[in-house]
C-alpha cells in the first residue's frame, strides 16, 4: 500500500503505519446492493488533516518520495522496527536527483515558514514570557542546522517526530477534554456568585433537571460487542441481524477497500449508539462530550482488537475478537455522564492557575494601557508643539508680506506717510 493511502485511511496514524507497505485485500460482496451505500474512489480521497503543526510537510514530503521507485522498492520489503531504527532513511541517498532537489526546496519552504512563525510569536511577547523551549521543539522533526538540503537525518528525524506526536495525541485530547470539563464547572459557579439566593437555587434546580434528563438514555450497546455490532447491521445497513456475518461486515465497513478498518472507519460505528445519549438539539446535550466518547469507544476497541498495536485492525484480528466470551457477554458501557473527570482538589488547582493567568494579563493590559497613555500624551504634546510651529510660521509670513509692501509704498511713492507709519507697526 502507498503512503498517501495510508495517510487516508486513518486520521492519526503513526508515522509507522504511514510508511508500511501493505497489499489490500480483495472484496468479494457488492456493496451497492446494501442500502446506503456508495462506491468509493480511493484515489479521489483527500488525505485528512493529522492535527500536526508540519502537517502539510510531512504529507508532501511523502508524496515526492513516492515517486521514487527505488525507494519504493525498499519500503515494500522494509519491516516497522526498520522504519522505525531509521535505517530506512539512509535509503533516501540513493533516490534520484529530481527527487532530492524537490525534497530540499520542501525543506527550505517548511524552515522558512517556522521562521515567520516563530518571529511573529517573539515580536508578539514583547521578548517577555518566552517559552524557548517550546519554539525550538517547532523544528523537531527537521535538521535545521542545514536549512537547504533534505538528508537522511531530516527524514529520520520527520518520522519519529510524527510517529511520538500522533501516538501521544488521544492521551492530550483527553487532557484537553478534562480541561474544558474543569472550564464550563467553573464558569457556572462563577455564574451563581453572581445570582441572588433565589435566583441561585433556580439555577441549581434547572441545571440537575438537565443532568437527569441527559442521563436518561436508552442502553448504549458496548462497543465492538456483538449487540453493537448488530444494531449497525440492522439499522444503518439495511441487513437482516439473523444473517449478522462478522466477515461480511468487516468488508462491508472497509470502506476504502484496503482490507483494514482504521481509526475513521471505527469510529463510524459507534455513531448509532452515539444518537441514544446525544441530540444537537437537546440543550443538556454536549457535542464536545459526544465526540469525546466516540473516542474513548474508538480506544476500546483498537485495545481490546487491534493485537499488534499498529492503530490498524486487520480482517484475522477482527474475527479472532469476535470469538471472545467478551464479544457475546461483554460488560456494561460506562457512558461519560457516570464518570467524573476530575476531583475539586484538581478543579481548585485549576481555578488558581486560570486566576495567575488573569491576574498576568491584566498586569500587562495595565502595562498596555500606561503606554497607551503614555503615547497619547506625546502625541498631544507633538500636536501642540506642530501648532505653535504653525503660528510663528504664519506670523513670520506676515511680517515678511509687510516688509515687501512697506517696501513697495518707499519705492512706488504711492502711499501717504501715515499709510507707511501704519504699516511699520506691523513690521
Request: hydrophobic share 30%; proline share 2%; net charge negative.
Given at each position: 500500500?502507498?503512503?498517501?493511502?495510508?495517510?487516508?485511511?486513518?486520521?492519526?496514524?503513526?508515522?509507522?503505519?504511514?510508511?508500511?507497505?501493505?497489499?489490500?485485500?480483495?472484496i468479494d460482496?457488492?456493496?451497492?446492493?446494501?442500502?446506503?451505500?456508495?462506491?468509493?474512489?480511493?484515489?479521489?480521497?483527500?488525505?485528512?488533516?493529522?492535527?500536526?503543526?508540519?502537517?502539510?510537510?510531512?504529507?508532501?514530503?511523502?508524496?515526492?518520495?513516492e515517486t521514487?521507485?527505488?525507494?519504493?522498492?525498499?519500503?515494500?520489503?522494509?519491516?516497522?522496527e526498520?522504519?522505525?531504527?531509521?535505517?530506512?532513511?539512509?535509503?533516501?541517498?540513493?533516490?534520484?536527483?529530481?527527487?532530492?532537489?524537490?525534497?530540499d526546496?520542501?525543506?527550505?519552504?517548511?524552515?522558512?515558514?517556522?521562521?515567520?512563525?516563530?518571529?511573529a510569536k517573539?515580536?508578539?511577547?514583547?521578548?517577555?514570557?518566552?517559552?524557548?523551549?517550546?519554539?525550538?521543539?517547532?523544528f523537531?522533526?527537521?535538521n535545521?542546522m542545514?536549512?537547504d538540503?533534505?538528508?537522511?537525518?531530516?527524514?529520520?528525524?520527520?518520522?519519529?517526530?510524527?510517529?511520538?506526536?500522533?501516538?501521544?495525541?488521544d492521551?492530550?485530547?483527553?487532557?484537553?477534554?478534562?480541561?474544558?470539563?474543569?472550564?464550563?464547572?467553573?464558569?457556572?459557579?462563577?455564574?451563581?456568585?453572581?445570582?441572588?439566593?433565589?435566583?441561585?437555587?433556580?439555577?441549581?434546580?434547572?441545571?440537575?433537571?438537565?443532568?437527569?434528563?441527559?442521563?436518561?438514555?436508552?442502553?448504549?450497546?458496548?462497543p465492538g460487542?456483538?449487540?453493537?455490532?448488530?444494531?449497525?447491521?440492522?439499522?444503518?445497513?439495511?441487513?437482516?441481524?439473523?444473517?449478522?456475518?462478522?466477515?461480511?461486515?468487516?468488508?462491508?465497513?472497509?470502506?476504502?477497500?484496503?482490507g483494514?478498518?482504521?481509526?475513521?472507519?471505527?469510529?463510524?460505528?459507534?455513531?448509532?449508539?452515539?444518537?441514544?445519549?446525544?441530540?444537537?438539539?437537546?440543550?443538556?446535550?454536549?457535542?464536545?462530550?459526544?465526540?469525546?466518547?466516540?473516542?474513548?469507544?474508538?480506544?476500546?476497541?483498537?485495545?481490546e482488537?487491534?493485537?499488534?498495536?499498529?492503530?490498524?485492525?486487520?480482517?484475522?484480528?477482527?474475527?479472532?475478537?469476535?470469538?471472545k466470551?467478551?464479544?457475546?457477554?461483554?460488560?456494561?458501557?460506562?457512558?461519560?455522564?457516570?464518570?467524573?473527570?476530575?476531583?475539586?482538589e484538581?478543579?481548585?488547582?485549576?481555578?488558581?492557575l486560570?486566576?495567575?493567568?488573569?491576574?498576568?494579563?491584566?498586569?500587562?493590559?495595565?502595562?498596555?494601557?500606561?503606554?497607551?497613555e503614555?503615547?497619547?500624551?506625546?502625541?498631544?504634546?507633538?500636536?501642540?508643539?506642530?501648532?505653535?510651529?504653525?503660528?510663528?510660521?504664519?506670523?513670520?509670513?506676515?511680517?515678511?508680506?509687510?516688509?515687501?509692501?512697506?517696501h513697495?509704498?518707499?519705492?512706488?511713492?504711492?502711499?501717504?506717510?501715515h499709510v507707511?507709519?501704519?504699516?511699520c507697526l506691523?513690521?
Open positions: 500500500m502507498r503512503w498517501s493511502t495510508i495517510l487516508q485511511q486513518c486520521y492519526f496514524l503513526s508515522v509507522t503505519c504511514l510508511l508500511t507497505a501493505l497489499e489490500a485485500v480483495p460482496i457488492d456493496k451497492t446492493k446494501v442500502k446506503g451505500a456508495q462506491p468509493v474512489d480511493s484515489a479521489k480521497i483527500e488525505p485528512p488533516d493529522t492535527g500536526l503543526y508540519y502537517d502539510e510537510y510531512l504529507k508532501q514530503v511523502i508524496d515526492v518520495l521514487d521507485n527505488h525507494f519504493r522498492e525498499k519500503l515494500q520489503k522494509a519491516d516497522i526498520e522504519i522505525k531504527s531509521g535505517r530506512l532513511s539512509k535509503e533516501l541517498d540513493l533516490v534520484s536527483h529530481h527527487v532530492r532537489t524537490k525534497l526546496e520542501l525543506k527550505r519552504q517548511e524552515v522558512g515558514r517556522l521562521r515567520m512563525l516563530i518571529k517573539l515580536d508578539s511577547l514583547h521578548d517577555t514570557g518566552i517559552d524557548y523551549h517550546a519554539l525550538l521543539k517547532q523537531d522533526h527537521l535545521h542545514n536549512p538540503k533534505f538528508e537522511s537525518t531530516d527524514l529520520d528525524m520527520l518520522i519519529k517526530a510524527a510517529t511520538s506526536d500522533l501516538e501521544n495525541y492521551k492530550t485530547r483527553h487532557e484537553e477534554f478534562k480541561k474544558y470539563e474543569m472550564m464550563k464547572e467553573h464558569e457556572r459557579r462563577e455564574y451563581l456568585k453572581t445570582l441572588s439566593e433565589e435566583k441561585r437555587k433556580e439555577e441549581e434546580s434547572k441545571f440537575e433537571e438537565m443532568k437527569k434528563k441527559h442521563e436518561n438514555h436508552p442502553k448504549v450497546n458496548h460487542s456483538k449487540d453493537q455490532l448488530k444494531e449497525v447491521w440492522e439499522e444503518a445497513d439495511g441487513l437482516d441481524p439473523n444473517d449478522f456475518d462478522p466477515k461480511t461486515f468487516f468488508k462491508l465497513h472497509d470502506v476504502n477497500n484496503d483494514f478498518l482504521d481509526e475513521q472507519e471505527l469510529e463510524a460505528l459507534f455513531t448509532k449508539e452515539l444518537e441514544k445519549v446525544y441530540d444537537p438539539k437537546n440543550e443538556e446535550d454536549d457535542m464536545v462530550e459526544m465526540e469525546e466518547e466516540r473516542l474513548r469507544m474508538r480506544e476500546h476497541v483498537m485495545n482488537v487491534d493485537s499488534n498495536k499498529d492503530r490498524l485492525v486487520t480482517l484475522e484480528e477482527f474475527l479472532k475478537a469476535t470469538e466470551k467478551e464479544f457475546l457477554e461483554p460488560d456494561s458501557w460506562e457512558t461519560l455522564d457516570q464518570q467524573q473527570f476530575f476531583t475539586e484538581e478543579l481548585k488547582e485549576y481555578e488558581n486560570i486566576s495567575l493567568q488573569e491576574n498576568e494579563l491584566k498586569k500587562k493590559a495595565g502595562e498596555l494601557q500606561k503606554q497607551k503614555e503615547l497619547q500624551r506625546q502625541h498631544d504634546q507633538l500636536e501642540a508643539q506642530k501648532l505653535e510651529y504653525h503660528q510663528v510660521i504664519q506670523q513670520m509670513e506676515q511680517k515678511n508680506y509687510n516688509k515687501k509692501f512697506l513697495q509704498c518707499l519705492v512706488e511713492n504711492r502711499s501717504s506717510s507707511c507709519n501704519l504699516v506691523f513690521v
